[in-house]
């Protein structure tokens, strides 16, 4: 079966991969990986990241790192990773085509980028969807926190206000509450900006919280 899993979704309640998994191998299920680098910015990692993986491995690439830890659990049998040029397809043949699994020391710098991952300050939206079914105006909650927390978390910047914009195809699914949504034209002004600075969210991130 095909599992989203990378380091940075492992406890992410939105995902749930490290669940997924663990029931997927209950029933000794193989698995394919999706998204092992998070849609690219596990090539990017936030700063703090970025330093704990270079000081422990300082010639591997990040994307390395978030491959090579999908790669490395068991009952994986192919990982699906992304690559947009040859750089990249040689950066993956590198470490791929004589795959170590990811050593103690490796995996203590993964713990500790999770960790770090996990307490960038952000909107704590497990998109229940509980506030959507019954708004009045129809204001599509989650997505809207999603998109704001990839700005908080992941930086990006412009893709939070695509996300914003069309947050329809944020999340996928059939859940009653956004197919209500999708239906609707047009989106209600809803100032999540305001919100976050409000809460004191963004705040030493760098990111504009105005
Ligand atoms: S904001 Fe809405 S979707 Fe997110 S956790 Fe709260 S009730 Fe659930």
Excluded at 62 to 83: E, K
């Amino acid at each position: 079966m095909q599992l989203q899993i990378n380091y940075a979704d492992w406890e992410n309640p939105n995902v749930t991969a490290r669940e997924n998994y663990e029931i997927a191998r209950k029933y000794d299920k193989s698995i394919i990986v999706m998204e092992p680098v998070k849609g690219g910015v596990l090539a990017n990692p936030p700063k703090e990241v970025c330093e704990v993986l270079k000081a422990a491995s300082p010639d591997a690439s990040f994307a390395s790192w978030a491959i090579r830890y999908a790669a490395f659990l068991d009952g994986i049998i192919t990982v699906l990773s992304g690559m947009s040029d040859i750089p990249q397809m040689l950066d993956n043949l590198s470490y791929m085509k004589h795959f170590k699994p990811l050593n103690a020391d490796e995996q203590t710098a993964i713990r500790k980028a999770q960790e770090l991952i996990n307490g960038i300050k952000s909107v704590p939206c497990t998109v229940c969807h509980y506030c959507t079914a019954g708004c009045p105006k129809k204001i599509p909650i989650p997505e809207i926190f999603a998109a704001r927390n990839q700005q908080l978390i992941w930086g990006q910047l412009e893709k939070g206000h695509k996300q914003y914009a069309e947050p329809g195809q944020i999340f996928s699914g059939s859940r009653p509450s956004e197919q209500l949504y999708r239906s609707s034209r047009g989106m209600p002004y809803f100032s999540v900006r305001h919100f976050t600075a409000d809460q004191g969210i963004g705040a030493g991130t760098g990111i504009p919280t105005d």
